[in-house]
């Protein structure tokens, strides 16, 4: 019975270790994984914004246009608008 405890405890031994080991490989891995992941996500906001530029002038020719339209139609709105001046504050309100 003494020798089925001990390969029972050995084996348990052995899988505590075991899974030490795999918890720490998770972790080392992890935070590795994760430190990358930081890196890649900086180096492409880094691209994206160095391209953005060249991406916009790629589109000018198809948003101009409407653009064009929408102001148009923003000073037409504009001058179509009647607003009424601004009544002068009253006597009680001025500054001495």
């Not at 720490?24 to 891995?29: A, D, E, G, R, T």
Request: charged share 5%; hydrophobic share 70%.
């Amino acid at each position: 019975m003494i020798e089925l405890f001990v390969v029972v405890a050995v084996i348990g031994a052995l899988w505590l270790v075991g899974s030490l080991i795999g918890l720490m490989f998770k972790l080392v891995f992890g935070l590795v994984g994760g430190l990358f992941s930081l890196l890649g996500g900086l180096l492409a906001l880094v691209v994206g914004l160095a391209v953005l530029p060249f991406a916009l002038l790629a589109l000018l020719p198809a948003v101009l246009p409407v653009l064009l339209v929408v102001g148009v139609v923003w000073l037409i709105a504009r001058a179509a608008s009647h607003s009424t001046p601004a009544h002068p504050p009253h006597e009680s309100h001025r500054a001495a």
